[in-house]
């Protein structure tokens, strides 16, 4: 067998030149422009690709969220201001151009049905309600731990409030009596604002949708049925502000006027019934209100809070709270409150320091359990 001549790559290359080929050394190295620019090709091509994708998804978001929730806005009130006939076509939102002016007529006609009520309201003594309490389950405890409480409503307080030596079981039992009926209040105005809402928000109403707003415009002391100045006022009092200013009016259950006249919250009065100060000059005409039952005191005080021009400056704070979907924190709104005493910024601190001291801001979300089927609606 003959070997075979064995041909180098030179040999190779110079056969092949001869025969006019050429041969060039493959260069293996990329080129950086050229891969720079499949980058930023295969970039633009994915963006282009997205926003084909997701532009009419975002289209049809801003078309029935964004759009719809102006359009309520901007509509509800003016389609009901149609149907009211009334001289409110111009009425302005801006909250510092409303809450202004005051119709005392029919302010207080539902506090003044309480008055109707039977004379022979009984007076449980504090054993008793203590009993009762026990009875039923119904501690400051369990009401901070399930945010529940009891629908117990006491009309008086007990006589021996003021002879309860400890401290700490006053103010429980206090708590304890004041914080249903509160809550009670409360929920009466959740339920007009929800039907205010609810309304406002319908092209067309009826007539007796209509009575039942000019009742409202006259219960809030609204002039010029303006629908601004209802809505800022028809709104609850944060449960832990009503129950510590209660408790610096009366002394946690002891004062005169509580345990007299049902008068949890010291309001004055220059032509109704009330009881005469000790302390007061012989001069001074005024008095503190005196009520019926505990739950007129209450809604007197929600009513005067709600329409009395020192404490504008409250509600508009309040509807503040509610246009950034915040909680009503009542160590925050305490300090408008400054018209309420006259120690103005100094009884504000007071009503803070009672709320912090003991913890009443652990009752502003709690609901009470339902006595009807209308009010188990705002659980």
Known sequence: MKNKKKLNFQEVKEFLFKKNFIIK???????????????????????????????????????????????IKNNSKSKFEK?????????TIKLSETDKGLNLKNLL???????????????????????LFKDTNYTLDNVRKTKLVKPVSLSLLPEEMKMIESVKKRKKLFIQIILPLILEENNLIELDRKKLFSILNRSNNTEAEKKWFDNKFKQYGV???????????????PVSLAIAQAAKE???????????????????????????PAAADSKSKHKVMKFKILKASIRAYQRNLNTHSGYRKFRIARAELRDDNQ????????????????TGKKYTDIIKKIIEQNDLTDFDDVRLLPSSIQQKNLI
Do not use: C
Request: glycine share 6%; proline share 1%.
């Open 25 to 71: 050394k493959k260069n293996k190295s990329f080129n950086h422009k050229e891969l720079k620019s499949i980058y930023f090709i295969s970039l633009s091509s994915l963006f282009i690709i997205g926003f084909f994708i997701f532009f009419p998804i975002l289209i049809n978001f801003q078309k029935n969220y964004i759009s719809a929730t102006k359009e």
């Open 83 to 91: 149907t009211l006939e009334g001289d409110i076509s111009n009425q």
């Open 109 to 131: 006609d539902d506090v003044f049905t309480f008055d109707d009520l039977p004379a022979d309201t009984v007076r449980l003594s504090a054993s008793t309600i203590e009993q």
């Open 223 to 237: 002039v010029n049925k303006d629908l601004s100045t209802l809505k800022i006022r028809m709104d609850i009092i």
């Open 250 to 276: 009366t002394g946690w259950g002891t004062s005169r006027f509580a345990l007299e006249g049902n008068a949890l919250f010291g309001q004055w009065t220059w032509s109704g019934e009330g009881i005469k």
């Open 327 to 342: 909680k009503l924190n009542s160590l925050y709104l305490a300090k408008y409150l400054d018209k309420y005493a006259a």
